[in-house]
């Protein structure tokens, strides 16, 4: 019971080996490299062409095309491993019963090809079956070197086989394990990226629980005052105050919401949340630090939405602490836009020692910030160095 595993996958490896599908494979993906191995090749034809006529009574033709055949195995393996290491092994093994060579069991160039494709079908196929490729060839090599009656050979035919198998499964197995080291990098960025746009995400909802829980107290007052100073809303009292009562529930709920979200967050802000006013703050602060710093107000500034503001500061913040890790020394310039429906807030910072955006998770949380209050972002370098270029609306989002 313990074997027919074993002899099921040792007819598996003979069936692929010897009949099973050849899948095309770029085994050598660098173009250089591919057009080194064919002049190689095409020396190698010729170097054998010139061995197997050694002889001198042998049919020219036949000599020309085992020749090409030995030589055009190999640059088929490039491509097609099995077949080409099968054509590769029928022609090396009818050799010497078609020239005249005194060889054994062929001149070297010819064994020298028959491993070149007996190692690009052991840098592509499992190892199982590149060692039946080796126990026929070693098979073979034994066959000749004891009909010519030379069984000292069979050591030297036998390294040369086991050895180039090995170095081609060795680097399948390397190949393999880039690959898997690959995509497990890719797998990571992925989730990490992932992982920092959740964080953000949940960031701007601690954020603006005080924006919305301020909407939601304002609600709740004016409801409940409505009828002391509107005369005309006395009737309607009852509804005024089933509308308070709402908006105090849904207060609580936000209040409870924000439990959850802060429950692994010790640092909990007390402090009111900036708005665009707090961008000069932030220049002021820069400019102490001794970093050059523009600020550019250009319209008439206005109040804003709690979100956008938070937004339009939280942009600014991360733009201009990214300037100052990744272009050190470069002069960077704020402009804030007061557009008709919109706030436009720019920073571009000049080419410094590695002038750039970080290509970080800050980029994520500006554009998550940007889009959860309708608008756009714009970031990337440019001759002169890189821009960050939001423009969020503040008018009615409906």
Not at 111 to 140: E, M, N, Q, R, S
Not at 240 to 263: E, H, K, Q, S, W
Not at 349 to 377: I, Y
């Amino acid at each position: 019971m313990s074997s027919a595993p074993v002899l099921a996958a040792l007819r598996s490896a003979v069936w692929q080996l010897l009949a099973g599908p050849d899948r095309a494979a770029v085994v050598v993906p660098n173009r250089a490299t591919r057009i080194g191995i064919w002049f190689g090749l095409a020396v190698l034809s010729l170097i054998d062409l010139v061995q197997l006529a050694g002889g001198g009574g042998d049919d020219q033709l036949v000599v020309t095309l085992l020749a090409l055949a030995h030589a055009g195995a190999v640059g088929l393996a490039l491509r097609l491993p099995l077949t080409g290491w099968r054509v590769s092994f029928v022609t090396t093994a009818v050799s010497p019963l078609l020239v005249s060579t005194a060889a054994v069991p062929g001149p070297t160039s010819t064994l020298v090809l028959h491993l070149g494709t007996l190692f690009l079908l052991a840098v592509t196929v499992p190892p199982a079956v590149a060692a039946l490729a080796v126990a026929a060839a070693l098979l073979g090599g034994a066959g000749w070197a004891l009909a010519a009656g030379t069984p000292g050979a069979i050591v030297g035919i036998a390294a040369a086989p086991v050895l180039v198998a090995g170095l081609g499964a060795a680097l399948r197995s390397l190949r393999g394990t880039a690959t898997r080291l690959a995509e497990a990098e890719r797998d990571t960025a992925a989730e990490q990226a992932r992982r920092a746009v959740l964080e953000e995400r949940t960031r701007i909802a601690r954020e603006l629980h005080d924006v919305v829980a301020h909407h939601l107290s304002a609600i709740a007052v004016r409801a409940e005052s409505a009828p002391h100073r509107v005369p005309s809303a006395a009737p309607a009292a009852a509804e005024f105050t089933t509308i308070a009562g709402a908006a105090r529930d849904a207060l609580a709920d936000m209040r409870r919401l924000l439990g959850v979200l802060r429950a692994d967050d010790p640092d909990r802000p007390g402090a009111p949340l900036p708005t665009v006013d707090g961008i000069a703050g932030l220049v002021v602060g820069l400019r102490g630090s001794g970093m050059a710093v523009e600020l550019e107000v250009a319209g008439t500034p206005r109040p804003v939405p709690g979100d956008v503001g938070l937004a339009a500061f939280r942009v600014a913040q991360e733009a201009l602490s990214n300037a100052a890790r990744h272009a050190t020394g470069a002069a960077v310039s704020v402009r804030v836009r007061w557009l008709p429906d919109a706030v436009r807030v720019q920073v571009h910072n000049g080419a410094g020692e590695d002038a750039g955006s970080g290509g970080g998770t800050g980029l994520l949380g500006m554009r998550e910030r940007v889009a959860a209050v309708g608008g756009f972002l714009v970031a990337g370098p440019g001759p002169d160095g890189y821009t960050v270029d939001a423009t969020l609306p503040t008018g009615d989002r409906g």
